[in-house]
C-alpha cells in the first residue's frame, strides 16, 4: 500500500492531465448509459408498434423520451411512414452518442498515455541521477547487472504498474457512473449486484496476493540474469581460455529454469483469475436475469426498465471484472516500483555541500593526519597514517598487494569517508570542502583506462566540457596523443569503440593523459600508467606523464619499482601502515627495509626472464 501510494503521488504532478483524462471517461461513461436507455426505449417502442401490426391498425400513438420519470421530450406519430421516420431517429441519436464517445476515447487515450510516458521518463531520469550520485562504496557491493536490471527491467515492468493504475482510475469512473445510473433504475437490484461484485473483488484480492510474492522473486531473478549475462559477456575471454562454455551454460540455464518456475506460478494463477472471475459473474448475471424476471411478472418493473437495467449490469461487469484484474496484475508490477523506490530512497553525495571557493586548493599540498579506514570493521585497510607532500612534490606509493596503496589514493577526492584522522588540502579539511571544488581540481589517470563510446574528441573533452577545439588539440600534443590521431582516417572525429576498443592500449593511455591535462588539476593520482605497455608505447607514455606531472603534487601508484626513481619521495606501505620513507637511493641503503627486498626480488625476476628470453 505504501508504494502504490507513493507511486500515487507522482501522478499528482501531472493532475490537470488527469483530471481531463477521467472527465473524458466520465463522458464515455455517460453516452453509454444514454444509449441504453435509447436503446431500452427503442425495443419498448418497437414492442408497441408490433402490437399495432399484429392487430391490423393503424399505428397512432405518443412516444415520451423520460430518463428516471423526468420527461427529456415526446414524439406523436401516426401511421407506418412517421414510425420508421421515429426510428430511424433513434438509430440517429445513438450513432451520433457514439461518435461523441469516440473524440473522447481518442482524447483520453492521448492525454493519458502522455502521462505514463512522462512519468517513465521521470523514473528513468530520476534513477539515473541517483546512480551517477552514489558514493563508490555501494557499487563496492553491488553488481552491475542488478542496477542496470533496476533502470531497464524494473522501468519496464512499472509501465505496467502505470497502465494497471491508469486503468483502474478509469474502471472506477465506469463503475461509479454505472452503479449510480442502476441505483436510480432499481435499487435493490443495485445493492445485490453490489454485494456480488464484493464478493469478487475480494477473490481477486487472494490472487493478488500470491502473484505479488511470486512476483518479487522474479524480479529478483532476472536481476541475477542480468548481472550473470554482464559478468560474462565482460570475462568472455576468460570463459574461452579455460573452456568453460559448457559449465557457464549450465549455470545459465540453472537461473533461466528458476526465473521460469516463478513465471509459471503467475501464469497458472492468473490464468486461473480468469476463468473464476468469468464463472463467477456469469453466475451473478444469471441470477440478476432471475431476480429481474420476477420483478418484471410481478409488476414492478417494465420491459423498459428490464431491457436498460440488463444493458447497465452488462456495463458495469466489464469494468468490475478489469478492476479486479488491475488489482492483481498490479501486484505484480508494484514489486518494480518498490525495488526502484528503494533506490531512489539510497543515501548520495551531496556535490554542492561544503565551502564553494577554489581558495581551499590553490597549490596541491596534501597532509595525512592519523588517517584510518576500512572496508569492513574487521579487517582495517589504513591505519594511523600521516605525511605531508608539498605542492608540485612527485611521490611514489609501493607496496605488497593489499598494503592500502589505492585505498590512501581514493581517500583524497572523497570517494570514501576516513573513518578517523583528516586530510587536508592547501590547510582546509577536504570534508568542508564541496565535492564538486574538490575533484574539479584532481585528475586521475588509472592503469585500465577507461574511454566512453563517443570519438576520441568527445574522450579528450570529457575532462573539460567547455574546453575548445585548439584546447583539445594542445592537450593531445601535450599527451603524445596528436601524432597518432592526425594518422587516423577521421582524426579526432574516430569512434573509440566500447571501452576503447578501436585503439591499443598506448593510445588509450594517452588519450586519459590528454583529458588530465585539459582538466588542468592541481592534483594528479595515478596507477602506473605503463606497466602494460611494450618498450615504444611506453616510452610515448611515460614521456606525457612527465609533460603532466610538471608543477602538479602527485601520487604515482608503483607496480613497477624500476619506474619510481623519477619520483621525489616514495613512501612504503604494509597492512596499512608506512612503513618507510625516502628517495630511491635512500630506501636502497637500508639492508634491512622492505623497499630494498621488493627492489631486490623484482630486479631477479627481470633478470631471469631477460636469461630466458635470451
Known sequence: MNTFLRLSRYFLRYQWRIIAGLCSVAVMSL??????????????????????????????????????????TSFAINGYDESFRLIALFAAAILGIVLIKVVFVYVREIVMSSVQQKLLMRFRLELFDNIVFFPARYFDSQKTGRIMSRITNDVNALEQSLFQMVEMAQNSVYAVIFATALFLTNWQL???????????????????????????????????????????????????????????????????EHNYHFNMKIVRTVALLSPVNE????????????FTAYLFIQGSMTIEMMISFLILITFLAK?????????????????????????????????????????????GRVEFRSVAFSYRPEA???????????????????????????????LIPRFYEVDEGSIVIDGRDVRSLSLQRLRSRIAIVPQEVMLFGGTIYDNIRYGRLEATAAEIEEAARIANAAEFIAKLEKGYQTEV????????????????????????????????????????????????????MQGRTSFIIAHRLSTVYRCDRILVLERGRIVEEGTHEELLKKDSGLYKRLYSLQSSEEGELESGGK
Do not use: C, W
Not at 39 to 52: G, N, P
Open 31 to 72: 453516452a453509454d448509459t444514454v444509449s441504453a436507455f435509447l436503446v431500452a426505449r427503442l425495443f419498448a417502442v418497437l414492442q408497441q408498434i408490433q402490437d399495432f401490426v399484429q392487430r391490423g391498425a393503424t399505428v397512432a400513438m405518443e412516444v415520451p423520451v423520460t430518463i428516471y420519470g423526468i420527461r427529456i
Open 279 to 290: 464463472l463467477f459473474n456469469t453466475i451473478v448475471v444469471a441470477l440478476l436475469v432471475v
Open 497 to 548: 569503440g566500447e571501452r576503447g576498443v578501436q585503439l591499443s592500449g598506448g593510445q588509450r593511455q594517452r588519450i586519459a593523459i590528454a583529458r588530465a591535462v585539459l582538466r588542468d588539476p592541481k592534483i594528479l593520482l595515478l596507477d602506473e600508467a605503463t606497466s602494460a605497455l611494450d618498450a615504444e608505447s611506453e616510452l610515448a607514455v611515460q614521456e606525457a606523464l612527465d609533460r603532466l
Open 380 to 410: 582495517p585497510a589504513l591505519q594511523g597514517v600521516s605525511f605531508t607532500v608539498q605542492a608540485g612534490e612527485k611521490v611514489a606509493l609501493v607496496g605488497p598487494s593489499g598494503s592500502g596503496k589505492t585505498t590512501l589514493v581514493n
Open 190 to 256: 443495485t445493492i445485490f449486484t453490489v454485494v456480488i461484485f464484493t464478493i469478487s473483488g475480494i477473490i481477486s484480492r487472494k490472487f493478488g496476493d500470491r502473484i505479488r510474492s511470486f512476483s518479487r522473486e522474479i524480479t529478483n531473478t532476472l536481476a541475477d540474469i542480468s548481472s550473470f549475462l554482464q559478468e560474462k559477456i565482460n570475462g568472455i575471454r576468460i570463459v574461452k581460455s579455460f573452456t568453460r562454455e559448457q559449465h557457464e551454460r549450465k549455470q545459465f540455464r540453472q537461473k533461466v
Open 319 to 363: 469494468p468490475v471484472k478489469a478492476i479486479g484484474e488491475n488489482i492483481a496484475r498490479l501486484q505484480k508490477s508494484l514489486v518494480s516500483a518498490g525495488f526502484i523506490f528503494d533506490m531512489l530512497d539510497l543515501e548520495k553525495e551531496s556535490m554542492e555541500e561544503g565551502a564553494s571557493d577554489d581558495e581551499g586548493i590553490t597549490e
